[in-house]
C-alpha cells in the first residue's frame, strides 16, 4: 500500500522538474554570456543538433568565410564586405561576437566571397566583375583592389558565386545566372550565361583581365540559376545547387506551384573536366518534382521534361540530349549555398524560400547524406526525402515576413556550421551533436526546437520524479 504522502510528493517533484526545465531551457545548459532572441518565433532545430543567435543587425549578410585569425568576413548585399570577431568561444555554439567593422565599403558587392589559401589574397564579387584585394588578417586592412573577371552584367538574377578549388587552389571557380525567367540567351554556349566558368589565376598575366564569356573553362551550360558551389573534400567532386524556373506551364496547364524541381548538378571534377561541357537543358527542359502534369508518361522524379511537345524540344530530346540532376528538390525552394563537412559524408544547402507558390516552402537549412568514399549522394536520383531538415521556421506560412531566410554558410575547424539569414541580418551557428544528447551551450533557439519533438524533458523528469517517489517509498517501508 502506497504511503498517503505519495501523490503530493508525486505532485511536488513534477511540478518542480517542469519548472527547472522550462528554466534549464529558456537559459541555455551551460549558460552563454549572450543569448540573443529571434524577433520571430523561434526557429526549430533537429533532434541532433544544437543551434544558437549570435549576431545581428548586419545588412543583408549572403556569403562568408574565415580568416587565418578566425574571424569571420561576411559579404553585405549592395553594401560591402565586414569583418566579425568574437570576443568569447566557450565550445559548442557558445559564442559572442565582440566587434563588427567595415571592411571594403562597395555597393556593387552582391554575394560571392573566397580567401587564398595563404589567407593573403581576398576575392568578392559584383553582378559584372571579380575582383581581388591584399588582404591582412592582422591589421584588418583590405588594399590593392584589382578587377580579375569581367563582363558578367545581366538583369534578373545578379550574384556570381565564388569558389576556390581546395585540390587545385590556383583555379577559381564563377557562377553566373540568367538574365529573366526564361532567358533564350542560355541556350546559346558562347552567351555565358547561366554556367559555372573555372580561370586559373596563376595563369593570368599582370594588369589582365579575363572575360568571362569567352575566356576560363567551361564546367556546364544550361544550369539558370546554380548559386550554391561547392567541392568534395575527398574526390574534388564539383557540385552546385540550382534555382529553377518560375510561371511555368506544360501544354497550356500550370503547373508552376508543384514544378519545376531544384536541381542538385554533378560537374566531374576539375583535373577530368570534358572537352565539350554538358549541357543542364536550360531553358528547354527542367527537372520534375511532381509527376502529376498533363502526359506524364514514364517520366519520374528528377527526369527532364519539356514544356510542350514539338520536333525541336520534347520529352524524349530531353532524356537523351541534356544531363539530368543528380538530385532534385521541393520546387522555388531556392537553394542558395552548399557546403561539405569534413569528412565529405553530408552537404548542407540553404533553402532561401518560395516566392512563385501559394504555400511558402523552403525558408529552411538541410542536409543530404553522401558517400564518402566516392563523394555520391547516398539517395536515389528520384529521392524525395534526399534533404533533411536541419533548422526551420516554426510556420512557414508567415514566411517571409515573419522568419528567416538562409543563405550563406562555412564550417569552421571544430565542425561548426555557420549561416547567414539576409532578410533578418542574422548569424546562426549550429553543431551537431550525438542523438538525443543536449549538449552544452545550446541556446534558446534550440530548445525551444527541441521540447515539441518527442518530450525528452518530460521523459527525463518523469524518472527523475519516479526515482525520488521510489526512494521516499522504500525509506517509509
Known amino acids: 500500500m502506497l504511503p498517503a504522502m505519495f501523490p503530493s510528493i508525486l505532485q511536488a517533484a513534477f511540478v518542480a522538474l517542469v519548472l527547472h526545465s522550462q528554466s534549464t531551457a529558456s537559459q541555455g545548459i551551460g549558460s552563454c554570456s549572450v543569448d540573443l532572441k529571434a524577433s520571430y518565433p523561434a ?22 568565410v574565415f580568416d587565418k585569425n578566425s574571424a569571420l568576413l561576411v559579404v553585405e548585399f549592395r553594401t560591402g564586405i565586414s569583418h566579425v570577431t568574437f570576443s568569447s568561444d566557450d565550445g559548442a555554439t557558445c559564442l559572442a561576437v565582440g566587434k563588427t567593422v567595415t571592411l571594403v565599403r562597395d555597393s556593387s558587392l552582391t554575394h560571392g566571397i573566397e580567401l587564398s589559401p595563404d589567407g593573403k589574397t581576398l576575392y568578392a564579387s559584383s553582378s559584372d566583375k571579380v575582383f581581388s ?9 583590405a588594399s590593392n583592389q584589382k578587377t580579375l573577371i569581367q563582363n558578367m552584367t545581366n538583369s ?56 568571362y564569356p569567352s575566356q576560363g573553362v567551361s564546367l556546364g551550360w544550361g544550369l539558370r540559376n546554380s548559386v550554391g558551389v561547392a567541392e568534395h573534400p575527398v574526390t574534388g567532386g564539383i557540385y552546385s545547387v540550382e534555382n529553377s524556373a518560375d510561371q511555368l ?65 520534347n520529352d524524349a530530346l530531353c532524356a537523351s540530349d541534356f544531363t539530368p540532376p543528380r538530385l532534385t528538390f521541393e520546387a522555388h525552394t531556392a537553394p542558395l549555398d552548399i557546403k561539405f563537412t569534413a569528412a565529405g559524408d553530408a552537404a548542407y544547402i540553404t533553402f532561401h524560400g518560395s516566392w512563385n507558390r501559394d504555400s511558402p516552402a523552403g525558408y ?26 536541419v533548422l526551420t521556421n516554426a510556420d512557414t ?78 525509506a517509509a517501508a
Open 156 to 211: 534578373d538574377h545578379v550574384t556570381r558565386t565564388l569558389l576556390l578549388s581546395k585540390k587545385q587552389p590556383e583555379i577559381l571557380l564563377v557562377s553566373r545566372g540568367s538574365g529573366e525567367n526564361i532567358d533564350d540567351l542560355a541556350a546559346q554556349q558562347s552567351s555565358g550565361i547561366s554556367q559555372i566558368r573555372a580561370f586559373n589565376l596563376s595563369a593570368l598575366e599582370a594588369g589582365k583581365v579575363y572575360d
Open 364 to 389: 529552411k537549412l538541410s542536409s543530404v547524406a553522401f558517400n564518402p568514399a566516392d563523394g555520391t549522394p547516398a539517395a536515389a536520383a528520384d529521392s524525395r526525402t534526399a534533404a533533411v531538415d
Open 133 to 141: 584585394w591584399d588582404y591582412d588578417a592582422a591589421t584588418i586592412t
Open 397 to 474: 506560412t508567415r514566411c517571409p515576413g515573419s522568419c528567416f531566410r538562409p543563405a550563406g554558410l562555412v564550417v569552421d575547424g571544430q565542425g561548426r556550421l555557420f549561416m547567414t539569414s539576409d532578410s533578418t541580418g542574422e548569424i546562426y551557428v549550429l553543431q551537431r551533436v550525438r542523438e538525443g544528447a543536449g549538449g552544452e551551450g545550446a541556446g534558446s533557439e534550440s530548445r525551444a526546437g527541441r521540447l515539441p519533438r518527442g518530450g525528452g524533458w518530460v521523459a527525463v523528469g518523469l524518472t527523475v520524479v519516479l526515482s525520488v517517489v521510489g526512494g521516499v517509498f522504500f
Open 43 to 64: 526557429p526549430v532545430v533537429a533532434a541532433d543538433y544544437n543551434a544558437r543567435l549570435i549576431s545581428t543587425g548586419l545588412q543583408r549578410p549572403r556569403g562568408l
Open 249 to 313: 506551364r506544360r501544354q497550356s496547364t500550370d503547373i508552376h506551384e508543384e514544378n519545376p524541381g531544384e536541381e542538385l548538378n554533378f560537374h566531374g571534377t576539375l583535373n577530368t573536366t570534358p572537352s565539350t561541357p554538358p549541357n543542364y537543358g536550360y531553358p528547354h527542359c527542367f527537372a520534375l518534382w511532381d509527376t502529376s502534369i498533363p502526359s506524364p508518361g514514364s517520366l519520374t522524379v528528377g527526369s527532364q521534361f519539356a514544356l510542350s511537345d514539338t520536333d525541336t524540344v
